[in-house]
């Protein structure tokens, strides 16, 4: 199943895919195709289609023995310098 878009370009689009038609020889329509491709890997999760909250990479995964580290003031002090 084919669909179209419509898009209007500002000049600096319109300048920046005139010169990936011309170095890459793609049709516009490919480097459209391949721009949306991009974003929905890097703002996409797999299977997830973006639904639920952003993360920090890695909260969570190591245990430090410490059940209250983050929230008792004594365990901060001195952090970060």
Known sequence: MSSSIQARLDPASQKALTRLVRQLGWSPS?????????????HLRKGKQGEGRRQIIGQGKFASGIPDLGS????????GR
């Open 30 to 42: 490919r480097i459209v195709r391949e721009g949306l491709l991009v974003l929905a890997a890097c």
């Open 72 to 79: 008792n003031k004594a365990h901060l002090k001195d952090f």
